[in-house]
């Protein structure tokens, strides 16, 4: 079973920067798409970025101020936040997702990110 350990969220005001991370421990391949989604409160549960073997999107939201990297050797997932805004305000989660004939789906607990203004 694969568990997903976010950490690198917290307090900051507009315009600062912040750095998540996501650490997968069990069996987690290569080929796998790793990505982070939000939930702010009172809003669905939204993609924000994704990364594969093919490289890398984002939502419209956060182009040109976020990027995502991940470090396949630490089964780990990152997520850089620069010149973060108050509607960035949000539950971020990781998920990491693949598999063939059996899609593995996991879900990470989830941590807060809050942007003062």
């Known amino acids: 079973q694969v568990q997903l350990v976010e950490s690198g969220g917290g307090l900051v005001q507009a315009g600062g920067s912040l750095r998540l991370a996501c650490a997968a421990s069990?069996?987690?391949?290569?080929?796998?798409?790793m990505g982070w989604h939000r939930q702010a409160p009172g809003k669905q549960r939204e993609p924000v970025a994704r990364i594969t073997n093919f490289g890398t999107s984002y939502a419209d939201s956060v182009k040109g101020r976020f990027t995502i990297s991940r470090d396949n050797a630490k089964n780990t997932v990152y997520l850089q936040m620069n010149n973060l805004k108050p509607e960035d305000t949000a539950v971020y989660y990781c998920?990491?997702?693949?598999?063939?004939?059996?899609?593995?789906?996991?879900w990470g607990q989830g941590t807060q990110v809050t942007v003062s203004s």
């Open positions: 069990g069996r987690i391949f290569s080929s796998y798409v």
């Open positions: 998920n990491v997702r693949g598999g063939w004939p059996t899609v593995d789906d996991y």
